[in-house]
């Protein structure tokens, strides 16, 4: 009987002793990476690989955009060659509010017209718009260091394409709308142009 309760004494000394050397040493590794998780909307969820919607500073601040056909490409310029620039008839465009807005449209026109607004947004309003586009079934993907979200869809009026692009990097967003008017490699173009 007193060699059973030596053994068992000594087995719970054993096991006490096992469990303080383990929290020793837990509280002395380094703390785990956290793992990343991609959901559907991953894209349009972090612009950097990163999951957390806080804002952060961004490295350099980009210059706001003052002229509309300084930020689309001479290729772009020649496909929209023939189509009116800020008509008055659209109301408000150019430097307005301190972004920019390009309208490329007729006002006889019913429906042919691209709108382009690029304004200053931090990454977590950018991120929780982002994320309401990649909601109502928009494409969002990360090209070019930033996040863009885009889809098209048959105008419920007439027999055109309608479509919406937004782009959001370094604390700017790009967002273009557009109706049967969608010149080839728009969004790039103004992308490169704005970012460098």
């Known amino acids: 009987m007193r060699r059973r309760r030596g053994m068992l004494a000594l087995l719970t000394a054993a096991s006490i002793l096992i469990v303080a050397v383990a929290v020793v040493l837990v509280s002395c590794a380094p703390d785990p990476t956290p793992t990343r998780s991609r959901s559907a909307s991953a894209a349009a969820n972090a612009p950097d690989d990163t999951p957390s919607a806080t804002p952060s500073p ?17 290729g772009v310029l020649a496909q929209l060659k023939d189509v009116p620039l800020n008509d008055p008839a659209f109301g408000p ?80 967003m790009i967002d273009t709308a557009f109706s049967n008017l969608a010149p080839s490699g728009y969004t790039s173009s103004v992308v490169a142009r704005v970012f460098g």
Request: charged content about 20%; aromatic content about 8%.
């Open 58 to 74: 961004t490295s350099t601040l980009v210059a706001m955009p003052t002229d509309c056909r300084a930020i689309v490409s001479e």
């Open 93 to 172: 465009s150019g430097v307005v509010n301190g972004g920019l807005v390009c309208i490329w449209g007729s006002p006889s026109a019913d429906t042919t017209n691209l709108t382009t607004r690029i304004t200053r947004m931090s990454r977590g309003p950018a991120l929780d718009k982002l994320n309401q586009f990649a909601a109502q079934g928009y494409t969002c993907y990360t090209p070019d260091g930033g996040t863009r979200c885009e889809k098209t869809w048959q105008d419920a009026r007439y027999p055109v394409t309608d479509g919406r692009t937004l782009f959001w990097r370094d604390g700017i």
